[in-house]
C-alpha cells in the first residue's frame, strides 16, 4: 500500500478545485495533505488541520483534534475554500459552513451508509445517512452532489459555495 503522503488526491477535489479562487483553502483533517499539497501548487494559501503534524511546503499546519471537545481553532477567521475527504464528524458541520466566506467553495466527500460491506469504516457513527451533506449545507448554493456506490466504497459528495453561483462554471 502507498505512503499517505503520496496519496493522489481525490478525483472530486481535483475536479472542483479551479471554482477556488482565492484562500485561505482550509483543509480539515488533513492527514498527509495530498488536498493540502494540490491547492499549494496552485498557489493558493492553505491551512491544514490535523492531530498529526505536517511539513508540507507553502501550507500552514495547525495542530488540533477536532473530536476533543477543544475550542474551534479558526474562530472568527473565514475560508475561501474547505476541503474535507474521508472523515465525519457531526458536530463540526455547522461550523464549517459558517466559516465559509462569501463566494467560498465548500468540496466535501466522505463515506455513508452502506459502506460497511466494503469494511471500513462500517460504524454507523462515521458514516452519512443519505442525503446528509445536502441538509448539513443547506444554507449554501449547491453546485454538485453525488452519492451512491463505487467499485471499492459508497460515498456521499457535495460542491456548494456561499452566495451566488450564478456565475459558477462546471468544470467537464
Known sequence: MAHASSEAPS???????????????????????????????RNVPVIAVDRDPQAIPGVQFVRADLEDGSPWPFAGQRFGAIVVTNYLHRPLLPTLGAALAEGGVLIYETFMAGNERFGRPANPDFLLRPGELLEAFAML????????????????RICAVRGDASGVRIPA
Open 11 to 41: 478525483p472530486w477535489v481535483v475536479r472542483w478545485a479551479p471554482l477556488v479562487a482565492r484562500g485561505p483553502v482550509l483543509d480539515v483533517a488533513s492527514g498527509a495533505g495530498r488536498h493540502a499539497r494540490l491547492f499549494a501548487k
Open 141 to 156: 448554493t449547491l453546485v454538485a452532489f453525488e452519492q451512491g456506490a463505487t467499485h471499492k466504497s459508497v460515498l456521499q
